[in-house]
């Protein structure tokens, strides 16, 4: 499977809940690890300049998500305020902005305007998104909210289409193909 392919495999299991009883059947932190393992293979393959520190907040996220998923975690962020659950959400949206931001870096490399720009854009929304809730919640804007909201939305919408769209290019971390060995008679 191609990295960027895995990163949305594991983005849509995070995203997906199928319950039983009080359990997640798609376990988050296991999405998470998935991306982080993608990541990982993306950095192997096509080198990524802040690998330790998208794997440190990848991590952190893994962590997060795996406090949210025990139904005891779970009730713990529903019952919290409102900074404490954004605190929860924020390894996650720094994650995936600098995985954006390393995205673009490398099809920049590469000469390709398109995906630099659009993975750049992914980036800030993550980030507005992240900073958003110290405005909202800190500084009473709340009219931000739904804003900040869509904005967060649309990112992770975003980041999925763009790993389909351009998982398969070179500077994704996709292997070059190897010729076949020509036998001779």
């Keep these: 499977m191609r990295p960027l392919h895995l990163f949305a495999f594991g983005l849509v299991v995070v995203a997906l ?3 039983l009883g009080e359990w997640d059947l798609m376990p ?3 999405g998470w690890l998935l991306t982080l393992l993608a990541v990982r ?3 192997r393959r096509a080198g990524l300049e802040r690998a330790g520190l998208v794997t440190a907040l990848g991590l952190a996220t893994v962590a997060a998500a795996a406090l949210t998923w025990v139904p005891a ?3 713990w962020a529903e019952d919290a305020e409102e900074a404490v659950r954004w605190a929860v959400g924020l390894p996650a949206m720094a994650y995936c902005g600098l995985v954006c931001l390393e995205l673009s870096r490398l099809a920049r490399a590469d000469s390709y305007r398109t995906p630099t720009t659009l993975l750049q854009w992914t980036g ?3 980030f507005a998104s992240a900073v958003a809730p110290v405005l909202v919640i ?3 804007l ?3 909210e ?3 909201v869509a904005v967060n939305a649309l990112a992770q919408l975003a980041l999925f289409v763009l790993c389909l769209v351009y998982g398969g290019r070179a500077w994704a971390g996709v292997p070059e193909p190897t010729p076949p060995d020509v036998v001779s008679p």
């Design 142 to 144: 709340t009219w931000l």
């Design 28 to 30: 988050g932190p296991l």
């Design 138 to 140: 800190g500084g009473g």
């Design 17 to 19: 809940e199928l319950r």
């Design 124 to 126: 800030i929304g993550f």
């Design 73 to 75: 975690g779970a009730e």
């Design 146 to 148: 739904t804003p900040a």
């Design 41 to 43: 293979l993306v950095a």
